[in-house]
Structure formats: C-alpha cells, structure tokens
C-alpha cells in the first residue's frame, strides 16, 4: 500500500519536474533577450531539476541516495540564483543590450537614463 504511495508521489514529481524543465527550455527559445532567457532557465529549470531529484530521494531506499539527492538539491538552490545573477551582471557590463520594450533598466547610470528619457520623448514627439 505504502509502496503505491510512493511510486504515485514519484510519478507526479517526475511530470511535475519535466513540465517545468520544458517551461524553462521553452523559456529560452522564445524570450527576447538574454536577461529573460537566463532568468527562465535558472528559475524554472531549478525548480524542475529539483522537484525530480526530490522524487528520486522518495523513491530510492537507500540513504546514501537520499542524502546525495537532497544534498544536490540544496546545491541547486543556493547556486543557480547567484550564478544567474553574476552572468547577467558580467552580460551587461560586457555591453548586451535589454530587449526595446523593457520598462526600467535598474543598472543604468542617471546620466544614460536622462539621455534614454529625452530619446524617448523625442520618439513620441516625431510619431505625433
């Protein structure tokens, strides 16, 4: 009875897991730009990766196993966020553009917001 349980809850996480995995590489192909990619790819590919090795420390008997699998998931979350974080940084201080249609570009100095606002209004002003 107890074995059904488990091979059901190791099913569903293992779908679960996939289906974000597939989020996060459809993620990648479709975004516009690098930040978004990244940012897909790090969030719902952790949480995929960690939702299957989740279900293959509930399914695997020995302990061992278990504590590898939910070590690697903690590896997994402490990890990814930052690396994401300091590739994206490295990105944009290499010179990758943010998509056009991006609201706010949080790491821009005040003299290149100022000079992207008047930009703007320009642009807005030739449309009229």
Same mark, same amino acid.
């Given at each position: ?34 930040? %978004? #990619?990244?940012? @897909? &790819?790090?969030?719902?590919?952790? !949480? ?7 279900? $293959? +420390? ?8 278990? %504590? #590898?699998?939910? @070590? &690697?998931?903690?590896?997994?979350? !402490? ?7 300091? $590739? +994206? ?28 606002? $008047? ?10």
């Amino acid at each position: 009875m107890m074995d059904d349980l488990f091979n059901i809850l190791t099913g569903l996480l293992i779908i679960i897991g996939a289906a974000f995995t597939l989020i996060a590489a459809v993620g990648i192909l479709r975004l516009p730009d690098l930040y %978004t #990619r990244m940012h @897909a &790819a790090s969030k719902a590919g952790t !949480l995929g990766s960690g939702l299957m090795l989740v279900a $293959l +420390a509930i399914f695997a008997q020995d302990q061992a196993i278990v %504590t #590898r699998a939910l @070590a &690697a998931v903690v590896f997994f979350l !402490l990890t990814a966020p930052i690396s994401a974080h300091l $590739l +994206a940084k490295a990105a944009y201080a290499a010179g990758y553009k943010l998509w056009g249609r991006s609201v706010h570009d949080d790491m821009a100095s005040p003299a290149s917001e100022a000079a992207v606002s $008047l930009d703007d209004e320009n642009i807005k002003e030739d449309q009229r």
